[in-house]
C-alpha cells in the first residue's frame, strides 16, 4: 500500500504542477500574470504535496504499531509476558508476506491473519484519504489560479520554510548529540574524578567480576590517550602536509591541463578507499616492513606501532590536503600573479611569496580538516598501533587513541551504570571539545589573513 501511496502521490504532484502551470499560461494570453507560470503549476503541486505527504508520513506508521498490537494481542495473556516483541512481529510479518520457513503455531497463523486485515483496512482508508485530500488540494488550488493571484510569494515563502526546518534539524540534531553526550558525561564524573580522568597517566577501563581480582577498581587517566593521539596524528600530518601541498602547487601552477586531468582523479582515489583496507595494508605490509628494518638497525619495534599506523594514515589524508588546497590556490586572483610577474618576480618567488601567502586561508582550513579527520580514525589504529595505552613518545611502540577505545569499550553488551562504559560517553566528550578547538583556531586564522587580502 505505501508504494502505491507514493506512486500515486507523485503522479498526482506531476499532472497538478502541468495542469496548473497550462492553466496559468491560457490565463497569461489574456492578461498579465502576477507569476510565472511555473510558479502556478508549483502552488497547485504544493497543495497535492503537503498534505498528502503529511497523511503518509504520520498515518502509515500509526496503522504499522495498531497493526502489530492487534497482532500480538491474539496470544494467550499469560505467554505475552515470555514474549520477545521482535522476535516475534518479525515472524508475524513473514508469514503475513507468505515467506515463512517451518509450520506455523495456531496462534502465530492467526496473529498474521489479524495482522493482514487490521492493516489491509487501515492502509487502504489511509490510501483512499489521501488520495481524497490530493484531489481537493488539486481543486483548491486551480480555483485560485488567476491573473492577480500571487502564486509566487506562496511557493517561495513554503521554501523558506522547507530550509528553515532543514536548518532547524540540523541545529537541533548537534544540540542533541552533545547534550546526550554531556549527561553520560556527568554521570562518568559522579563515579570518576575529573582531575584523576584529565590528568592520570594510566588507562585500563577494565573492571574485574571481583573485588580481589586486579584491576578491579579500573584506571582511567586518559594522559596515554592523549599522547597516542597526538602521536599518530604528528606522524599523519608530517607525510600528508608537505606531500599533499606540494602535489597541489605542482597541479595548480606548473602541470599541464592533460596531466591535471587525469592525475587530480587518481590522487583522490585515496580517499575513497575503505579504511579497513587501508588497515590490512598497514597491519599485513608496513608494519612488517618497518619491524624488519628496524631489526636489521638494532631496533626494538613492536609488532603494532604508532609508526605504522601513522604512516598509513598520513596516506589517507593525503587528498583531503592536496584537493582543498588545489582549489584554494586556483581561486587566487590572477592579478596577483600578474603583478608579481610585472614586478620582476620569477614563478617560485611568485608562489611562494604571493599565491601561497593569499591562499594560507584556506590551506590552513585543509590542514586543520585533515587533523580532524586523522584524529577521529579508528581502523587503521585499531589494526596497525594496537589497544595497549602506553605513556610514550617512541613512535615505534604500540599506543592507542580516543576512537579505539570507545569503539572498544562499546563493542558488546553494556552495562551504561558502570564508570567503563561511561568512559566512552566521557571520551566522546573530551574528543569534541579537541575537535572544536581545532576549528575555532582555524577560524581565527582565516579570519585574520581573509581580512588582509581580500
Given at each position: 500500500m505505501a508504494a502505491i501511496y507514493l506512486i500515486g502521490l507523485a503522479l498526482l504532484v506531476a499532472v497538478g504542477f502541468f495542469f496548473g502551470r497550462a492553466r496559468a499560461a491560457v490565463i497569461g494570453q489574456a492578461t498579465q500574470l502576477h507569476s510565472r507560470p511555473n510558479y502556478h503549476g508549483a502552488f497547485v503541486a504544493l497543495g497535492i504535496l503537503v498534505p498528502m505527504f503529511v497523511i503518509f508520513t504520520i498515518g502509515f506508521p500509526v496503522a504499522q504499531s495498531i497493526a502489530d498490537n492487534q497482532a500480538l494481542a491474539e496470544f494467550d495473556p499469560s505467554m505475552q509476558e515470555d514474549l520477545r516483541r521482535g522476535a516475534t512481529l518479525r515472524d508475524i510479518r513473514t508469514l503475513a508476506a507468505g515467506q515463512f520457513s517451518g509450520q506455523p503455531t495456531d496462534a502465530l497463523r492467526r496473529a498474521a491473519e489479524t495482522y493482514s486485515s487490521v492493516k489491509w483496512i487501515f492502509e487502504g482508508s489511509l490510501l483512499a484519504l489521501g488520495f481524497a485530500i490530493g484531489l481537493l488540494g488539486f481543486a483548491m488550488g486551480f480555483r485560485s489560479l488567476v491573473a492577480p493571484f500571487r502564486a509566487r510569494n506562496h511557493v517561495e515563502r513554503f521554501v523558506k520554510i522547507v530550509l528553515f526546518a532543514s536548518a532547524t534539524v540540523a541545529v537541533l540534531t548537534t544540540l542533541g548529540i552533545v547534550m546526550s553526550v554531556l549527561f553520560e558525561t556527568l554521570r562518568f564524573f559522579q563515579k570518576v574524578s575529573p582531575v584523576d580522568?584529565?590528568?592520570?597517566?594510566?588507562?585500563?577501563?577494565?573492571?574485574?567480576?571481583?573485588?580481589?581480582?586486579?584491576?578491579?577498581?579500573?584506571?582511567?587517566?586518559?594522559?596515554?590517550?592523549?599522547?597516542?593521539?597526538?602521536?599518530?596524528?604528528?606522524?599523519?600530518?608530517?607525510?600528508?602536509?608537505?606531500?599533499?601541498?606540494?602535489?597541489?602547487?605542482?597541479?595548480?601552477?606548473?602541470?599541464?591541463?592533460?596531466?591535471?586531468?587525469?592525475?587530480?582523479?587518481?590522487?583522490?582515489?585515496?580517499?575513497?578507499?575503505?579504511?579497513?583496507?587501508?588497515?590490512?595494508?598497514?597491519?599485513?605490509?608496513?608494519?612488517?616492513?618497518?619491524?624488519?628494518?628496524?631489526?636489521?638497525?638494532?631496533?626494538?619495534?613492536?609488532?603494532?606501532?604508532?609508526?605504522?599506523?601513522?604512516?598509513?594514515?598520513?596516506?589517507?589524508?593525503?587528498?583531503?590536503?592536496?584537493?582543498?588546497?588545489?582549489?584554494?590556490?586556483?581561486?587566487?586572483?590572477?592579478?596577483?600573479?600578474?603583478?608579481?610577474?610585472?614586478?620582476?618576480?620569477?614563478?617560485?618567488?611568485?608562489?611562494?611569496?604571493?599565491?601561497?601567502?593569499?591562499?594560507?586561508?584556506?590551506?590552513?582550513?585543509?590542514?586543520?580538516?585533515?587533523?580532524?579527520?586523522?584524529?577521529?580514525?579508528?581502523?587503521?589504529?585499531?589494526?596497525?598501533?594496537?589497544?595497549?595505552?602506553?605513556?610514550?613518545?617512541?613512535?615505534?611502540?604500540?599506543?592507542?587513541?580516543?576512537?579505539?577505545?570507545?569503539?572498544?569499550?562499546?563493542?558488546?553488551?553494556?552495562?551504561?551504570?558502570?564508570?567503563?562504559?561511561?568512559?566512552?560517553?566521557?571520551?566522546?566528550?573530551?574528543?569534541?571539545?579537541?575537535?572544536?578547538?581545532?576549528?575555532?583556531?582555524?577560524?581565527?586564522?582565516?579570519?585574520?589573513?581573509?581580512?588582509?587580502?581580500?
Open positions: 580522568f584529565l590528568f592520570g597517566t594510566q588507562w585500563s577501563p577494565q573492571t574485574a567480576i571481583r573485588a580481589d581480582q586486579v584491576g578491579s577498581s579500573g584506571a582511567f587517566g586518559i594522559v596515554p590517550l592523549v599522547v597516542g593521539t597526538l602521536l599518530i596524528t604528528f606522524i599523519a600530518m608530517i607525510i600528508a602536509g608537505p606531500v599533499g601541498l606540494f602535489a597541489a602547487i605542482y597541479m595548480a601552477e606548473y602541470a599541464t591541463p592533460r596531466f591535471r586531468n587525469w592525475a587530480k582523479p587518481v590522487l583522490e582515489i585515496l580517499a575513497g578507499v575503505p579504511t579497513v583496507v587501508l588497515g590490512f595494508f598497514a597491519a599485513l605490509t608496513v608494519a612488517p616492513s618497518i619491524r624488519g628494518w628496524g631489526e636489521w638497525f638494532g631496533l626494538n619495534v613492536a609488532s603494532e606501532s604508532a609508526l605504522a599506523a601513522g604512516i598509513v594514515m598520513g596516506m589517507m589524508i593525503i587528498p583531503f590536503i592536496s584537493s582543498l588546497s588545489d582549489d584554494v590556490i586556483n581561486a587566487v586572483p590572477q592579478s596577483l600573479r600578474d603583478g608579481s610577474y610585472a614586478m620582476g618576480a620569477t614563478k617560485s618567488e611568485t608562489i611562494k611569496k604571493v599565491i601561497l601567502t593569499a591562499a594560507l586561508p584556506g590551506i590552513v582550513s585543509a590542514f586543520m580538516l585533515a587533523i580532524s579527520r586523522a584524529v577521529g580514525e579508528t581502523m587503521i589504529v585499531v589494526m596497525a598501533a594496537g589497544l595497549a595505552g602506553n605513556l610514550t613518545f617512541n613512535p615505534l611502540e604500540a599506543v592507542t587513541t580516543f576512537t579505539v577505545q570507545i569503539k572498544t569499550i562499546l563493542v558488546g553488551d553494556q552495562e551504561f551504570d558502570s564508570a567503563k562504559t561511561l568512559s566512552a560517553f566521557a571520551l566522546g566528550f573530551v574528543l569534541f571539545f579537541f575537535t572544536l578547538t581545532l576549528n575555532v583556531i582555524a577560524l581565527q586564522i582565516v579570519k585574520r589573513y581573509r581580512e588582509q587580502y581580500d
